[in-house]
T-cell receptor, first 115, second 113 residues
């Protein structure tokens, strides 16, 4: 079992649907991240949580809503998305301090298609 | 602002040979870290190698090594004895003291059998 698990692996949704992406880490890390990966573009950092508090929010539209109920779980709630939101959404975790803060462990991603 | 540039969208190499992937970066920080990540078709991003900017010695991990030229802001990845399992997208990234990793656009590495 990978250290960072993302579900679902694939998601197809209409623009009026509400869905959620889930991420769980089993590494004892206390920082978690959401990234968006679109074709032929660099990874875009969306949100960062450290010790369950949001510390980074890179001007992400409000139709994306993160939730971090504890240091092991991270959600990305999706509602009224647009077709251009179709992408691979990657979750990652790390230590929040020290040299371990520089090494991210990633999940396998959730491939989202918005129709 | 930090930037990371990978000028090679795609590279190919014969199995068992050596290939070098290029990366240049720009930062005003004096203390930062550089990384190479690999993303195979399984999509999971895997750390290949990392380099602390204050260390002059080039990092090495088995068949993977870097050529870190700090003054030139260059951080290339050398893969020796290429194997079929090395086929993947390779991403260069830099990080300073905050949470933000700055990523390059990636290089697709093809291994020819």
């Amino acid at each position: 079992e990978t250290g960072v698990t993302q579900t679902p692996r694939h998601l197809v949704m209409g623009m009026t649907n509400k869905k959620s992406l889930k991420c769980e880490q089993h590494l004892g890390h206390n920082a978690m991240y959401w990234y968006k990966q679109s074709a032929k573009k660099p990874l875009e950092l969306m949100f960062v949580y450290s010790l369950e508090e949001r510390v980074e929010n890179n001007s992400v539209p409000s139709r994306f809503s993160p939730e971090c109920p504890n240091s092991s779980h991270l959600f990305l709630h999706l509602h009224t998305l647009q077709p251009e939101d179709s992408a691979l959404y990657l979750c990652a975790s790390s230590q929040s301090q020290g040299t371990g803060a520089n090494v991210l462990t990633f999940g396998a991603g959730s491939r989202l298609t918005v129709l | 602002a930090q930037t990371v540039t990978q000028s090679q969208p795609e590279m190919s190499v014969q199995e068992a040979e050596t290939v070098t992937l290029s990366c240049t970066y720009d930062t005003s920080e004096s203390d930062y870290y550089l990384f190479w990540y690999k993303q195979p078709p399984s999509r999971q991003m895997i750390l290949v190698i990392r380099q602390e900017a204050y260390k002059q010695q080039n990092a090495t991990e088995n068949r993977f090594s870097v050529n870190f030229q700090k003054a030139a802001k260059s951080f290339s990845l050398k893969i020796s004895d290429s194997q079929l399992g090395d086929a993947a997208m390779y991403f260069c990234a830099s990080k300073d003291s905050n949470y933000q990793l700055i990523w390059g656009a990636g290089t697709k590495l093809i291994i020819k059998p």
